[in-house]
């Protein structure tokens, strides 16, 4: 089994819809966690990290849930320029080892 | 700032022969890392260095060995390569949480 497993998708929405990907891991001793965002060919590049507590940037929502071992990432108002590969990403024990999830696609149409 | 750069950006390779994935940062970082990213797999680690003159193996260290040279510099080096080796290998380097990417050398092994 993968420590971080995503739904590959492809998500396919139109613009301005709400669009949620989640992510479940199954290390319980991972620490921190954050998305990444990774354009088609392009290298991964840092979303925003996931709290506890929830955080919000812009259109973006991130959540965790320790006792489920989920994470979530909400997108509101979709943009074409949302279209990419949303990678969840886990992190052991402030090692800065990152766990990689296999990604989901999102693919955002007019 | 370039922040991390690698080269080359494009190798073939016949099975046996060697090369070496060159990688270099600006942002003053003392981690640094190597990934390979499979289609399906996520990205996964092969080694990184926590500072320099220290260096550790990752998830996946077989066929594979690393220098890191400077503050700057970390370098990946395929002894024998081989078809399984084929992939897109991507340098990172942080200071904290954040992982930043270099833009990844695609490596086909014939």
């Known amino acids: 089994r993968k420590e971080v497993e995503q739904d590959p998708g492809p998500f396919n929405v139109p613009e301005g819809a709400t669009v949620a990907f989640n992510c479940t891991y199954s290390n319980s001793a991972s620490q921190s966690f954050f998305w990444y965002r990774q354009d088609c060919r392009k290298e991964p590049k840092l979303l925003m990290s996931v709290y506890s507590s929830g955080n919000e940037d812009g259109r973006f929502t991130a959540q965790l849930n320790r006792a489920s071992q989920y994470i979530s990432l909400l997108i509101r108002d979709s943009k074409l320029s949302d279209s990419a590969t949303y990678l969840c990403v886990s992190e052991m024990d402030s090692s800065y080892k990152l766990i990689f999830g296999s990604g989901t696609r999102l693919l955002v149409r007019p | 700032n370039a922040g991390v750069t690698q080269t080359p950006k494009f190798q073939v390779l016949k099975t046996g022969q060697s090369m070496t994935l060159q990688c270099a940062q600006d942002m003053n970082h003392n981690s640094m890392y190597w990934y390979r990213q499979d289609p399906g797999m996520g990205l996964r680690l092969i080694y990184y260095s926590a500072s320099e003159g220290t260096t550790d193996k990752g998830e996946v260290p077989n066929g594979y060995n690393v220098s890191r040279l400077n503050k700057r510099e970390f370098s990946l080096r395929l002894e024998s390569a081989a078809p399984s080796q084929t992939s897109v290998y991507f340098c990172?380097?942080?200071?904290?949480?954040?992982?930043?990417f270099g833009p990844g050398t695609r490596l086909t092994v014939l």
């Open positions: 990172a380097s942080s200071a904290g949480n954040e992982q930043f």
